[in-house]
């Protein structure tokens, strides 16, 4: 048995709602956990008890450092020091709270992320692949404003394919703009949710933030600019070649897609599923792989997420 003290003007906090967090930490340990006002009783496996007090010390040591827990924070802390026992809270929410130039505070919730982000700092072309819901744009978008609040780059360009469910454009009603605006609608939103929507229309009016197919890619040179791919697992192998080869001085580029959701026509490859193949080697170039524990969204998508990887792996195991 082990008795923990914590703060106990932040308690309800650790705590969360009805102590969802100490249930959390219950059923990722196999612990049982006592409350007594600002006291815990842990009771487990010594081994256990020991990893139950390294969550609640470094958590105490975040909030002791400024750190203003957000909810669900306790649990994402508590799934990274699961995984891997050795790491310093500091660096996954402390570290993101240096990125608090967007109009949210951005932090990774996972070790993948964490990646991500370090990849983005350290690598001109970055590769971030996994199903939905793993912030792979979002952190991608943080990444570019905190970069052009920075003055790291002039420019923000947002490029997604305009091929989604089988649908042409030249199907669709209105002009170019009106066709192609809600495939891009994803990045808007996206962009809205990190800045202040009157500046960010402001800058896209400026061209400072352009928003555009990857079409209008074609023959230009992107210097000084933070360029994000999304969605590139629907571009085709020549769009992915032309997209990569825009790149010019000081930019940085971030290509996100889920090669599990490709909508291009079944006799067209995955510009995405191809390049990841031929640049694996090149020098210089980074790349994030997520996966179900990555899903930060509803915890049903979590559930939803590993359901389809169930019974992909199944289908294939039956042919």
């Known amino acids: ?15 969360g709602a009805h102590d969802a967090n100490l249930k959390h930490i219950e059923s990722l340990l196999n612990v049982d956990i006592r409350t007594h006002g600002a ?19 470094q958590l105490r040591i975040l909030m002791d450092e400024g750190y203003a827990l957000a909810n669900g924070d306790v649990k994402i802390a508590a799934d990274l020091l699961v995984e891997n026992a050795d790491l310093d809270l500091r660096d ?14 951005v932090t990774p919730k996972s070790v993948n992320q964490r990646k991500y982000l370090d990849a983005i700092d350290r690598f001109d072309i970055v590769f971030g692949v996994g199903p939905a819901g793993t912030g792979k744009t979002y952190l991608a978008m943080a990444q570019a404003v905190s970069y052009l609040v920075a003055k790291k780059v002039s420019r923000i360009i947002l490029a ?3 091929v989604e469910a089988g649908e042409k454009l030249g199907f669709l009603p209105g002009d170019l703009q009106e066709k192609v605006n809600p495939y891009l609608r994803p990045l808007y939103d996206a962009l809205f949710d990190m800045m202040d929507v009157e500046k960010a229309t402001r800058l896209i009016e400026r061209g400072v933030i352009e928003v555009a197919p990857i079409a209008f890619m074609r023959g230009r040179t992107l210097n000084d600019a933070f360029v994000i791919l999304d969605e590139a697992q629907n571009t085709t192998s020549e769009q992915m070649k032309m997209f990569l080869t825009r790149l010019g ?9 889920d090669i599990t959701q490709i909508d ?24 994030a792989y997520f996966d179900d524990k990555d899903v ?6 979590q559930q939803i997420v590993k359901a ?12």
């Open 1 to 15: 048995m082990r008795k923990i003290a914590l703060p106990e003007e932040r308690i309800e906090t650790l705590y």
């Open 39 to 57: 006291q815990l009783t842990v009771e487990g496996s010594p081994a256990d008890e020991l990893r139950a007090q390294q969550i609640f010390d």
């Open 92 to 105: 996954y929410f402390m570290k993101g709270g240096a990125r608090q130039t967007t109009r949210r505070r």
């Open 160 to 162: 997604r394919p305009a």
């Open 249 to 257: 001085f000081g930019s940085k580029a971030v290509v996100t897609g």
């Open 264 to 287: 291009l026509p079944h006799a067209r490859m995955s510009g995405l599923v191809e390049v990841l193949k031929i640049v694996k080697d090149v020098e210089g170039i980074g790349f």
């Open 296 to 301: 930060v969204r509803h915890k049903l998508v």
């Open 308 to 319: 389809y990887e169930a019974y992909a792996n199944g289908a294939r195991s039956n042919d």
